[in-house]
């Protein structure tokens, strides 16, 4: 609890932490609004492949237009530095090779997220991966690469996986067992065959809104359509050697209140499978009726007493508990992305700890049809038209070959996959040529022959 005094001092020595964003999109701009206004930050550069929008971005969000410079090299990114400006560029390389402390990689696109953090990490940059389509993907072996090199490779701070993680190592570092950990969102059952045709429908947007902002389709239709929960949940139980359950996400409509009395063990009462999971609590019930104190926005960690002594303890201070006072939990009901993601910066740079890792292998997020796929049929990736996002163990992954979420997009089917059905590697001709697939590929082999990374950390129950 003391960021912001490290960040003073470094402020008073005229040392600010250098800080390089990729991305220019909404997280970004949230990260921009705030690093302006922290005392000890320098965002020394911005790449992003329209260099105008990275400078609207940061006029919408109260820059001066004097801080800002173009860059079209390293060296003018170095200038610009010097003279305390930010510099905007085109070429994402140019700003990871430049004199930097820290790169936060905002694309949400896994293949260029896998080629930033690698050149980051090996130029001896810290990362802070908002990226968390590239984190399902690919964060054990970053986080891997990282730790040889004496780096930190973080998750963001504000996104709901690292706030998770924050509870988690809570409740573990006050001798607490965690059972089940997660977030809310809005949740039907028909959602996962949304596609940005019916999106704004299930929203409830009328056309004048969309067309009024700047609203992505396919952004949203990654969180309705379940997509951005089997990511995030892959990339919170990969961070904290929780297994997913075998039936992956139920989307129970639960609300703060009676978290404890229904997410905990079958025998105990609840619906998980198994303590030590992750799940997704849903804001309405199956009939559309809202649930009361939902935590849609928010985060959670369930905790089981270890003794009558600390149940006792739950009790006398105040802590809801399921009806036999051995269940509790703990939540935050609201989460601001990229307003608190300076704390992953200056964490990692400052005293070299991420605010969530991806340590393990147990995870991962599996591309399921839409509809009833045929050969030829081109896959569109996250919140497109073809396949969503299920949660399933990296054990069943690596047993059924399993196309990861992150690697279904602009790939071609060459047999047909039924609605519903998960997509294998053997469904798809295989572009071989994506770094984000050779570094995968690497990983899941290693993990063949070892076992899933991080298994001796979980049990996986029969």
Not at 18 to 26: D, E, F, L, P, Y
Not at 282 to 307: C, H, I, K
Not at 420 to 449: H, N, Q
Request: proline residues 5%; glycine residues 10%.
């Amino acid at each position: 609890m003391n960021l912001f005094r490290l960040l003073q001092a470094r402020a008073d020595e005229g040392r600010s932490v250098r800080v390089g964003v990729i991305g220019a999109g909404k997280f970004s701009n949230m990260f921009l609004s705030q690093a302006r206004l922290t005392p000890g930050l320098h965002v020394v550069g911005i790449a992003e492949l329209d260099p105008e929008k990275a400078k609207q971005a940061c006029l919408r969000t109260g820059w001066a237009p004097e801080a800002l410079a173009f860059g079209t090299s390293t060296a003018s990114i170095e200038d610009g530095a010097k003279q305390g400006k930010t510099v905007i560029t085109g070429d994402a390389r140019q700003l990871i090779e430049s004199r930097l402390d820290v790169i936060v990689e905002i694309t949400g696109v896994p293949e260029a997220g896998a080629q930033h953090a690698w050149r980051a990490l090996e130029s001896g940059k810290h990362v802070v991966m908002v990226n968390v389509e590239a984190d399902a993907l690919l964060g054990p072996v970053l986080a891997r690469k990282a730790e040889k090199a004496g780096l930190v490779y973080s998750m963001a701070y504000g996104d709901q996986p690292a706030l998770i993680a924050e509870q988690i190592d809570w409740a573990r570092a006050v001798g607490l067992e965690v059972v089940c950990a997660g977030k809310g969102t809005r949740y039907q059952p028909e959602y996962h065959y949304s596609t940005p045709d019916t999106v704004w429908g299930h929203y409830g947007f009328s056309e004048e809104r969309v067309a009024s902002g700047d609203y992505n389709a396919k952004m949203f239709n990654s969180f309705l359509d379940g997509t951005k929960s089997a990511i995030e949940m892959c990339a919170v139980a990969n961070g904290n050697g929780l297994v997913p359950q075998r039936c992956g996400l139920q989307f129970p409509p639960v609300g703060v209140d009676d978290l404890p009395q229904i997410l905990k063990p079958r025998e105990a009462g609840g619906i998980l499978e198994h303590a030590g999971t992750v799940e997704v609590v849903a804001s309405e019930n199956r009939d559309r009726s809202p649930v009361q104190r939902d935590l849609r926005w928010g985060v959670y960690v369930v905790f089981r007493a270890p003794t009558d002594y600390v149940k006792r303890c739950f009790s006398e201070y105040g802590l809801r508990t399921d009806s036999s006072g051995e269940f509790a939990a703990l939540y935050r009901p609201y989460h601001l992305i990229g307003l608190e993601l300076g704390i992953s910066v200056a964490s990692a740079a400052l005293r070299s700890e991420p605010t969530g890792s991806s340590r393990s292998f147990v995870a991962d997020a599996a591309a399921a049809a839409k509809k009833d796929l045929k050969p030829g049929d081109v896959l569109d990736g996250e919140g497109g038209y073809t396949v969503y996002g299920r949660l399933v163990r990296a054990q069943e992954s690596l047993e059924h070959g399993c196309l990861p979420m992150g690697l279904a997009s602009h790939v071609t089917l060459v047999r047909p996959v039924a609605k519903g059905a998960v997509v294998t590697y053997e469904d798809i001709a295989v572009d071989d040529s994506l770094f984000s697939y050779k570094l995968r590929r690497d990983m899941e082999e290693e993990a063949k022959r070892s076992g899933p990374h991080g298994a001796h950390e979980a049990t996986f129950p029969t």
